[in-house]
């Protein structure tokens, strides 16, 4: 049975409605604009203190909030925080609904590892010609803004839990999170460059729409590892 949750002096049925209330305000606003209704600000507010690490993602006090491109995926946008003192940090409203773990930590570092081979699988797609096609549905995609990437098997999970296996368990994996980085990143070289090779061997990516990833593939119990929601 779904569980209430509260959020400030908002009360949510689910979890779902509460995530769904987040993204109503990233998407509401164009990437690179600052938040500006008095309620979101309200809303940030009472959600960042839901964080496993409030204190040091607020700092010094949040000036404002802004939504903008994630670096590490381009197609995706993220909450960002600038604080009084010109600081600044992403944050993941993910975190601040569902308690992370150290498996949850490790996956979001691992394929923001990979980030790099999933950007180069669209630029790919499109350098061959100016439009790019769905392997799903066959519909062309005319801009890089249109286009997902999605592991056919093996699944991006498969891969990931085979590697902590190998490695001895999740809790094996090395993870760091904090200002300057960009969502949740794999603190061990050796490791990530491990991880990476293994990915870049066996993955079997492919470009889909973003309407495809939404919706076919959730249906199908699947989701797509290029999404940012779950940043740090």
């Known amino acids: 049975m779904a569980k209430p949750l509260t959020i400030g002096a908002r009360h949510f049925k689910t979890k779902k409605a509460a995530e769904d209330a987040c993204r109503s305000i990233l ?11 008095p ?16 204190v040091g993602k607020i700092g010094c006090g949040v000036l404002r909030y802004e939504v903008r491109q994630n670096p590490a995926y381009p197609s995706q ?8 003192d010109g600081t600044e940090t992403d944050f993941s409203f993910i975190r601040c609904i569902t308690p992370t773990n150290q498996r949850y930590s490790a996956l979001e570092a691992m394929r923001q590892a990979i980030a790099p081979q999933v950007i180069a699988v669209v630029e790919r797609a499109f350098a061959k010609q100016q439009t790019a ?12 803004q249109e286009a997902h990437v999605d592991h056919a098997q093996p699944t991006f999970l498969d891969l990931a839990t085979a590697f902590a296996e190998n490695a001895g368990g ?21 490791q990530r460059e491990a991880w990476c090779a293994v990915h ?11 309407q495809a990833n939404l919706s076919l593939l959730r249906r199908g119990q699947r989701r797509a590892t290029d999404s940012a929601e779950d940043q740090a």
């Not at 998407?27 to 209704?37: A, K, L, N, W």
């Not at 309620?39 to 409030?54: A, T």
């Not at 094996?172 to 070289?189: K, R």
């Open 27 to 37: 998407y509401g606003y164009p990437q690179g604009s600052v938040v500006t209704d």
């Open 170 to 190: 999740w809790d094996m994996l090395q993870v760091t999170s904090g200002d300057g980085v960009i969502g949740t990143q794999m603190a061990d070289d050796q």
């Open 200 to 210: 870049a061997e066996r993955a079997n990516l492919r470009v889909v729409s973003i």
């Open 39 to 54: 309620d979101h600000r309200q809303f940030l507010d009472d959600l960042l203190f839901r964080h496993h690490d409030p």
């Open 77 to 84: 946008t993220s909450f960002y925080l600038v604080r009084v």
């Open 133 to 144: 096609i769905c392997a799903l549905t066959g519909i062309p995609l005319v801009s890089r």
